[in-house]
């Protein structure tokens, strides 16, 4: 059974922010939100994760609603080379570990 | 972030042959290894998992005897496809976890393994 639900796909303007939304309504206390991008042909890439505070780095900035229940992955400044397929995924972190379970992600293409 | 590498990228066999795949963790140790399979425009699906130094662990559906997994030190599995049939054709991809990696999985760039 899929844990999170994403839109099958979006459109973005290159240079604007793409928003990328998660529905994960049965998340548990102590389970993390992964977000993943897969570029065709090519192994997924890690982007980001979190427990419950916003995080930020280098590539996105991930905003978890106070409920759990939601997150939001934002790439600030969309390139071409961002079109891929997004993965948000929800895991139990240490003491043994899991494998991801993917669902089918967000399409997004990015317009030039 | 952390590194993972794949050998072969890509392998073409005859059917009945058996191919081996190798994933190594290049600047981390991996306390664990996956294993998934990829079929055009599917997602990825969870082969098996393993721990250095003990068995794999196979998720429902998966032929352990087909596919022979190997973990024998904390930077290198092996996947081995025995008596390869036209049907395992896909695209083959590991991940690393733990060590300086953290509770992050790190993936490698995949196999694409084209059995004839």
């Known amino acids: 059974d899929a844990k999170t639900t994403q839109p099958p796909s979006m459109d973005c303007a290159e240079g604007r922010a793409a928003n990328l939304p998660c529905n994960h309504s049965?998340?548990?206390?102590?389970?993390?939100v992964y977000w993943y991008r897969q570029i065709h042909s090519q192994g997924p890439q890690y982007i980001i994760h979190?427990?419950?505070n916003n995080e930020t780095n280098e590539m996105a900035s991930l905003i978890i609603t106070e409920d759990r229940k939601s997150s939001t992955l934002i790439l600030p400044h969309a390139t071409l080379r961002d079109t891929a397929v997004y993965y948000c995924?929800?895991?139990?972190?240490?003491?043994?570990?899991?494998?991801?379970?993917f669902g089918k992600g967000t399409h997004l293409i990015i317009q030039p | 972030g952390a590194v993972v590498s794949q050998h072969p990228s890509w392998v073409i066999c005859k059917s009945g042959t058996s191919v081996k795949i190798e994933c190594r963790s290049l600047?981390?140790?991996?306390?664990?290894m996956f294993w998934y399979r990829q079929f055009p425009k599917q997602s990825l699906m969870l082969m098996a998992t393993?721990?250095?130094?003990?068995?794999?662990?196979?998720e429902q559906g998966v032929e352990k005897d087909k596919f022979l997994i190997n973990h024998a030190s904390l930077t290198l599995s092996t996947l081995t496809v025995t008596s390869a049939h036209p049907e395992d054709s896909s695209f083959y991809i590991c991940?690393?976890?733990?060590?300086?990696?953290?509770?992050?999985?790190?993936f490698g760039p995949g196999t694409r393994l084209t059995v004839l």
């Open positions: 991940s690393a976890e733990g060590g300086l990696a953290g509770v992050v999985q790190f």
């Open positions: 049965t998340i548990s206390g102590n389970e993390y």
């Open positions: 979190g427990l419950k």
């Open positions: 995924i929800v895991r139990v972190t240490g003491g043994g570990a899991d494998g991801l379970t």
């Open positions: 600047d981390f140790q991996a306390t664990t």
């Open positions: 393993s721990n250095e130094g003990s068995k794999a662990t196979y």
